[in-house]
């Protein structure tokens, strides 16, 4: 296991001030970089492994947040915040975009190789950037088959890989042909995976507090979403050697 630096950044977005968690591989090269996102309760030690974990495979990462270094436990609390930030492409594009402008600035990241990861709000996010036309090398999405402003979609300019529970009523049937549609119309090099009999969030190990009933682990489809991630990565976004 190769040695990861990590160290807290903190930076300006949607009008707070957010705390990042930035993972640094081994080495003083640069390497590609990946933006990861949290899902909806905002940035916590579950994804700030992940980033460590990625950046052990020779990424520079940057996990970002959405809610000011706030953790939403309490699932009434956490929609108030969440579904006026979903529904204002805007809004989103601007938390992207400044954590992107913290992950290029560090010097260990190579600014023209950078792929874009999200759960549910972070996933959402990373498909607004590439709508607004971000260079991207990869964008994944786990819970987010989400579908943006009319004709925006032809400004993704890489592979978009998206994972989502067959059980998730959040993202439902209907939610996921608008994103298959819209992808394919604006011809996106995209693949949609459907996890049998997963709920919202299933990447997420089981918490100790209330959730809401869309909300539940799987840990088998756990794991095989994290190995499509990191397929994605690999094929888009290879680690030089």
């Known amino acids: 296991m190769t040695t990861v630096t990590t160290r807290t950044v903190t930076y300006q977005a949607d009008g707070l001030t957010m705390t990042g968690h930035l993972a640094l591989p081994a080495g ?76 290029r600035a560090e010097p260990r990241t190579d600014p023209d ?55 998730d009523p959040i993202m439902p049937p209907e939610q996921r042909d608008a994103f298959a549609a819209e992808m394919q119309g604006a011809g996106v090099d995209w693949r949609l995976v459907v996890y049998g009999g997963a709920l919202h969030a299933f990447h997420h190990p089981a918490v100790g507090h209330a959730v809401l009933p869309s909300v539940g682990s799987h840990p088998l489809h756990a794991q095989r979403a994290w190995r499509d991630i990191v397929g994605l990565l690999a094929e888009c976004l290879p680690v030089p050697q």
């Open 28 to 103: 003083a090269d640069r390497r590609p970089g990946v933006l990861l996102g949290p899902e909806g309760p905002g940035l916590n030690d579950v994804l700030r492994r992940r980033a460590d974990t990625l950046a052990e495979l020779g990424y520079v990462v940057l996990a970002f947040d959405l809610h000011g270094g706030r953790w939403f436990t309490d699932p009434q609390e956490m929609p108030a915040r969440v579904m006026p930030l979903l529904a204002d492409p805007d809004r989103m594009r601007g938390i992207g975009h400044a954590a992107l402008d913290v992950l």
């Open 113 to 167: 190789r950078i792929a874009a990861i999200g759960y549910g709000t972070g996933g959402a996010i990373a498909l607004e950037l590439g709508r607004d036309g971000v260079d991207l090398r990869a964008i994944g999405t786990v819970n987010a088959t989400t579908t943006g402003r009319p004709g925006e979609a032809a400004r993704i300019r890489c592979p978009v890989w998206a994972g989502v529970g067959s059980e």
